[in-house]
Nanobody, 118 residues
């Protein structure tokens, strides 16, 4: 089992920045991919960014150039630095972990609210 705990959400004005953190514990050796997903009201959950164990990263087109995903292996923590935030970035952000061989996330955090005011 893997446990994921997010932190760092909040209310920010458009153009501002926030950094989300996701601390992983448990059987973390099984994790191959860590990602940040988001779900806005009335919309489907979507992938915002992910980082593979090799260090390769992937971003949704809507956040490229503004968001950066990174990790600190010593702290078993993944971060999402969000800059130049827009009102359309408002959503609940979820941390997710995918084990080797899986095609979808196996573990999810509880979510953290990010609200961007115009």
């Amino acid at each position: 089992q893997v446990q994921l705990v997010e932190s760092g959400g909040g209310l920010v004005q458009a153009g501002g920045s926030l950094r989300l953190s996701c601390a992983a514990s448990g059987s973390i050796f099984r994790i191959n991919v860590m990602g940040w997903y988001r779900q806005a009201p009335g919309k489907q959950r979507e992938l915002a960014a992910q980082i593979i164990s090799s260090g390769n990263t992937t971003y949704a087109d809507s956040v490229k150039g503004r968001f950066t995903i990174s990790r600190d292996n010593a702290k078993n923590t993944v971060y999402l630095q969000m800059n130049s935030l827009k009102p359309e970035d408002t959503a609940v952000y979820y941390c997710a972990a995918r084990i080797l061989g899986a095609i979808k996330p196996d573990y999810w955090g509880q979510g953290t609210q990010v609200t961007v005011s115009s």
